[in-house]
């Protein structure tokens, strides 16, 4: 029988070192992005996907996450007596789902950040989403990794062509397309040199995974940067059963980055009905000036 994909685990552990000092004391996964925060557009696209369980996996300085997701009564009860209906009901909306929070003791790694959400994932698929990808709103990625997982029974990684002069901070894959823009992966290096990556197909921040890999994990001893490695636990699996990837062709943008962040803010301020006629025409005139010298 078919497990749907009902939970969404997301790893928000991670010091933010790229990032400092906005992330000293508040998460990464807190930096708005126009008027959100990075981990609500990450809990919008789960959502959209008909997920129920979101599982956030937090570390050190992270209580703003549980907070943003908690119900908040006297602001609630204030926006109501001010009318601001429409702001009050996405409030409401998000803090009516399911969440679970997991503190993961130390930034041991993604691959033990994702160990720690096995009781409360159990033995079904689930999704994993890297809430500092930024994937555009109007890009249905997730659920598209959902149908190849369904369709196959198996785990299915995100992958996007990446510039040479970028592919060494990626895991990258060697791989067959056997169907338009579906991989079967033979092989996956975590964060090569240009010279030894196997293609230029990185995998991204989104993944959806069968649950023998919490067993892989258990076993999977640190690799690169004395982590405990998601990258070299796929590789296990890859031995074992197929694993495949879908080939992403929109727009991401890695939030974890300062010049990434600031794009992705840039896009998503120009598709914001109420902002962008106003930050465009300002956008044009940073340029002129620019232009002048
Ligand atoms: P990153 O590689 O972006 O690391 O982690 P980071 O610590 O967040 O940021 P930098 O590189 O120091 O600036 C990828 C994802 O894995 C999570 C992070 O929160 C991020 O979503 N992660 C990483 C954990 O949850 N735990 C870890 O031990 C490591």
């Known amino acids: 029988m078919i497990k749907k994909v009902r939970k969404a685990v997301f790893p928000a552990a991670g010091l933010g070192t790229r990032f400092l000092p906005a992330t000293k004391a508040s998460p990464k996964e807190m930096l708005p992005i126009v008027d959100k925060p990075m981990i609500q557009y990450a809990v919008e696209e789960a959502e959209a996907c008909n997920i129920k369980e979101f599982i956030v996996i937090t570390g050190k300085s992270k209580r703003a996450i549980e907070d943003h997701f908690d119900h908040a009564f006297e602001l609630e009860h204030t ?25 993961q003791g130390a930034p041991l790694g993604l691959g033990h950040a994702i160990l720690c959400s096995k009781a409360f994932v159990n033995d079904e698929p689930f999704a994993v989403i890297l809430s500092d990808d930024i994937i555009d709103p109007d890009d249905n990625l997730l659920g598209e990794m959902i149908k190849i997982s369904n369709k196959y029974q198996a785990t299915v990684l995100a992958l996007q062509r990446i510039p040479k002069s970028e592919i060494h901070r990626y895991g990258v894959i060697a791989g067959k397309e056997i169907d338009k823009n579906i991989y079967k992966i033979s092989d996956m290096v975590e964060k090569p040199k240009a010279s030894d990556a196997p293609s230029d197909l990185a995998i991204i921040g989104r993944y959806i995974l069968t649950p023998d890999i919490f067993n892989i994990l258990e076993k999977t001893l640190p690799g690169k940067g004395g982590e405990i490695q998601l990258t070299d636990a796929l590789k296990t699996q890859l031995k074992r059963k197929p694993v495949y990837g879908y080939l992403f062709e929109g727009r991401r943008y890695d939030g974890g980055d300062k010049v990434g962040y600031l794009k992705a803010t840039v896009e998503l301020a120009l598709k914001n009905p109420s902002l962008k006629d106003e930050f465009r025409e300002y956008l044009e005139s940073v340029m002129k000036r620019s232009n002048n010298g």
């Open 79 to 103: 926006l109501k007596r001010k009318g601001k209906e429409a702001i009050l009901k996405e409030i409401q909306r998000l803090s009516k789902h399911q969440f679970a929070y997991i503190r």
